[in-house]
């Protein structure tokens, strides 16, 4: 194998051969090493974004090389607490010299303005306008601060830490302290739980909780007029399109347009509505007018009172016939 190098004029990065043949590392750590290496200091790169510029490795590859690093040496990370914001900061230190774990790093840099040896003064020196490389030697570290775990819950930007609380002041009144939370409506409690069963029932109508509660004034009027949850949910949830883009919408539409007709109290104590002529109980739904009968819609079947009554006489003698019967046969028998 016959290996030519060529000499670089600009942009590049000098490693040992020791590090780029360290045998403790694979070699997609050694070009995630000499990659990190090459990029300027202050850069932000983690596992997830070398997985998003090189999909091919995959995230699960680049974070054990990563762990190859750590355990060689080259790759650091130390959290540290800023004693002016008390903001958390995770610093990454590369370096192209393999570091002891608990070994001192270099400190991180400060937030204060860097202050010069000479401030004003000219630079001195004579510029020969060529472009005259800085490659990076041994020992060089390229250091960067990641983000704090969302568990600190520390503030973005120093620029954006929130301005220290005010202390009270003793001579102003005690504001009244606050009372407990309002309980629930009972009914909007109701109202979203049955909305919540019949939006469970179609995947289609998917709502999450918070839009479940806004929906539930809606259905309130359902509940009363007497509609039950098989009536909602099939006023709700026949004749859907293919897709429902927006469910909650497409919900508030239904529930305001397909609400049913207020049904008609009627006082139990009051009487029922009759025939104009023959005083006949009137149909159901029937209010005021004529029956059928008196209407001449259908055939009139008028009876003699004193038929009704002779009938009834006969029929009440047959009983008692029969009753004494009955008796008489069973004394007979004992």
């Known amino acids: 194998m016959r290996i030519h190098l060529s000499a670089p004029t600009r942009h590049y990065t000098v490693l040992r051969d020791e590090v780029l043949r360290d045998p403790r590392l694979s070699f997609t750590a050694r070009g995630i090493l000499v990659y990190l290496l090459s990029l300027p200091d202050g850069s932000r790169e983690d596992a997830r974004t070398l997985a998003d510029k090189h999909p091919k490795v995959g995230r699960r590859n680049i974070s054990k090389a990563l762990d190859e690093l750590i355990e060689a040496g080259y790759y650091h990370r130390r959290t540290t607490r800023d004693p002016d914001t008390g903001r958390i900061r995770c610093w990454t230190y590369v370096t192209d ?30 510029n020969t306008g060529e472009d005259v490389p800085t490659p990076r030697g041994a020992g060089a570290v390229a250091a960067h601060a990641e983000d704090p ?33 309002p309980e629930a409506d009972p009914q909007i409690t109701e109202a979203a739980a049955i909305l919540a069963h019949i939006t469970a029932a179609e995947p ?10 806004t929906l539930a004034p809606l259905v309130i009027p359902w509940l009363e007029r007497g509609c039950s949850r098989l009536v909602m949910l099939h006023a ?31 006082d139990p104590a009051a ?4 025939c104009a002529e023959c005083r006949d109980p009137l149909p159901r739904n029937q209010h005021t007018g004529l029956c059928a009968s008196c209407a001449g819609v259908a055939p009139a079947h008028v009876t003699d009172p004193s038929t009704q009554t002779a009938n009834f006489a006969a029929r009440v003698a047959a009983l008692r016939d029969a009753v004494r019967e009955r008796r008489a046969l069973a004394a007979h028998t004992t």
Request: glycine fraction near 10%.
């Open 236 to 266: 709700l949830t026949s004749g859907l399109p293919e897709r429902v883009n927006h469910p909650r919408g497409f919900l508030a539409h239904r529930l305001r347009d397909k609400l049913p007709a207020p049904r008609a109290h009627r």
């Open 149 to 181: 775990p969302p568990a600190h819950d520390e503030p973005a930007d120093p620029g954006d830490a929130p301005e220290p609380e005010a202390l009270p002041d003793p001579g102003a009144a005690a504001q009244p302290k606050a009372g407990p939370a």
């Open 271 to 274: 009487p029922l509505p009759e």
């Open 97 to 126: 010299t393999p570091i002891p774990a608990g070994s001192p790093l270099p400190m991180p840099p400060g937030s204060g303005e860097p202050a010069g040896p000479n401030p004003g003064a000219f630079p001195s020196g004579r």
């Open 204 to 213: 289609k109508l998917t709502l999450s909780p918070r839009e479940t509660l």
